[in-house]
């Protein structure tokens, strides 16, 4: 009762639809300018990494044109003024030209006490470039470096002193310019994804949410099952196999409001059919005591006749509530069932059908024989029903067959008629939709499985070559104890 109230206040409830932003589109947004950003940071480490190296290049190309110069000087120091112009165009405070033999300093200001770190740019690898580049942004801004490299393709080789702070700010600015780029560059790649998503994929699984929202308010309203859009993409295969399940699930709940109609009905003809059954059982009680043998002989079949009209009552409206008694099993006589089937069914008063039976009388199932005749009359009833269309100058012939293999019992239930048709086939054993004649329920084959499953048998539509419609039903023994199996022995 409570899973009921829970599952009646979900569906009565509305789930609120999720904006644009906060739902899978704005996610898809936010993971694709996410993801662009990380392809940028792993770009952004070698770039600038090698922004750093080519700042440093230069610094050491520009002290390297000034050396040519000096260096057809003679040797002698330069004065004051021209080493404080040499050094701020190379942005240095020491310059040193470094030869084979001789090593000369070419311009030096406010000389340094200590050198923080040196760095050879003649070979550098890439992860010691980056791994130099980031120890500069992280941790520089402060140190005095030694930068050395060769000049040219000589061997003369051009070492500088640098204050560190200038190729830091430098760093910081490519770092920014670089991280506005990757910002432009993520939000104009990620807002087209963002609609083109946003069109194909968003809006039909809204239109598929609010669609199962408004199945589930009402299913039993045709309008209500989802329209598929026809495309042949996933969302569109999937729309059709929703619009399917929710037909097929109208369909089943239709079933079940006729089942509980049906059961109504029962229920309300129920208590005066009972009165009816009731004066007539209480008339052929007065018959068995006429003397006539006649009479004497109709009297005890035309009392089980009633009974079992008033156990049939019953038993459809338990069939109304979708549940079946247990069936009360006990080894019957299979062959007397049989043609008790054939005399309510007045196959001898009508003449115009045959009614074979090929059971030996010492045959006997274990079943409950009251629902075991209620199996076998439906299967006849369907067989004389579609015997009664014109065959021609064939003769009309119903065939009941009984055989014991080991603890199984097999009945076949035949005819020569027209056999059945194909929409019946589609829909055999189904409530409803399985029958053959105009008007009929379709009640007679589904009672018939219900009872025959019970009784853990199995009962199946056999193809055969010739006309006409073949049922096979396999009933097998209940297990017996061991002891009773002694006992009995």
Same mark, same amino acid.
């Given at each position: ?36 950003? /990380? ?18 290049? =230069? ?29 701020? $165009? ?13 090593? #000369? ?35 520089? *801004? ?10 040219? %393709?000589?061997?003369?080789?051009? %070492? ?6 200038? !190729? ?16 432009? /560059?993520?939000?104009?790649? $990620? ?11 968003? +809006? ?7 669609? /199962? ?20 993409? %996933?969302?569109?295969?999937? *729309? ?10 109208? #369909? ?38 006429? =003397? ?36 009360? #099993? ?21 003449? =115009? /059908? ?9 045959? %006997?199932?274990?079943? =409950? ?47 020569? *008629? ?5 929409? $019946? ?23 018939? +499985?219900? !009872? ?25 023994? +209940? ?11």
């Amino acid at each position: 009762m409570m899973d009921r109230d829970a599952s009646a206040s979900l569906t009565e409830t509305p789930v609120p639809a999720a904006g644009y932003l906060s739902g899978l589109s704005g996610r898809l947004l936010l993971l694709t300018a996410a993801f662009v950003m /990380i392809a940028e940071v792993l770009i952004f480490a070698p770039s600038v990494a090698n922004m750093r190296l080519q700042w440093l290049r =230069d610094r050491l190309n520009t002290a390297a044109a000034a050396s040519v110069v000096i260096e057809g000087l003679p040797d002698q120091e330069l004065p004051r003024s021209v080493q404080q112009e040499t050094l701020m $165009a190379t942005g240095a405070k020491a310059i040193v030209l470094k030869k084979a033999d001789a090593s #000369r300093m070419v311009a030096a200001l406010d000389m340094p006490p200590s050198i923080d770190a040196q760095f050879d740019l003649s070979d550098v690898s890439l992860p010691t470039a980056i791994y130099d580049a980031f120890d500069t942004l992280l941790f520089g *801004g402060k140190r005095v470096i030694r930068v050395y490299g060769p000049v040219g %393709e000589t061997s003369t080789r051009i %070492e500088l002193l640098l204050d560190e702070q200038k !190729l830091r700010r430098a760093m910081l600015t490519y770092a920014r310019n670089v991280f506005v780029l990757s910002m432009i /560059i993520s939000i104009v790649t $990620a807002s087209p994804i963002f609609f083109a998503l946003n069109r194909l994929l968003i +809006r039909p699984v809204r239109r598929m949410t609010e669609n /199962i929202q408004a199945f589930t308010a009402d299913p039993a309203n045709p309008a209500r099952v989802l329209v598929p859009s026809g495309g042949r993409d %996933e969302i569109a295969v999937a *729309g059709i196999h929703l619009a399917a399940m929710q037909q097929t699930l109208q #369909r089943t709940l239709k079933e079940q409001k006729n089942l509980a109609d049906l059961g109504l009905a029962v229920s309300k003809i129920n208590h005066d059919m009972r009165n009816i059954l009731a004066s007539a059982q209480l008339m052929s009680d007065r018959l068995s005591d006429v =003397d006539d043998p006649v009479v004497k002989r109709v009297a005890p079949k035309l009392l089980r006749s009633i009974d079992r009209a008033v156990g049939y009552t019953n038993e459809v409206l338990s069939y109304g509530r979708m549940r079946e008694p247990e069936p009360r #099993r006990r080894f019957v006589a299979l062959r007397p069932l049989v043609q008790e089937v054939s005399e309510v069914l007045a196959l001898d008063a009508r003449g =115009d /059908i045959d009614f074979v039976v090929q059971i030996e009388h010492a045959l %006997e199932v274990d079943a =409950d024989g009251e629902q075991l005749f209620r199996v076998i009359h439906n299967l006849c009833r369907n067989a004389v029903e579609a015997l009664a269309q014109d065959l021609g100058d064939e003769r009309r012939a119903v065939m009941v067959t009984g055989l014991r293999t080991g603890a199984v019992v097999s009945i076949a239930i035949d005819d020569n *008629g027209p056999g059945m048709p194909a929409k $019946a086939r589609e829909n055999l054993f189904a409530a409803f939709r399985g029958s053959v004649r105009s008007g009929g329920t379709g009640l007679g084959l589904a009672i018939a +499985r219900e !009872l025959v499953l019970a009784h853990g048998g199995t009962i199946a539509l056999v193809e055969k070559a010739t006309p006409g419609t073949l049922f096979r039903i396999e009933l097998p023994d +209940r297990p017996v104890p061991l002891d009773a199996f002694r006992h009995r022995a």
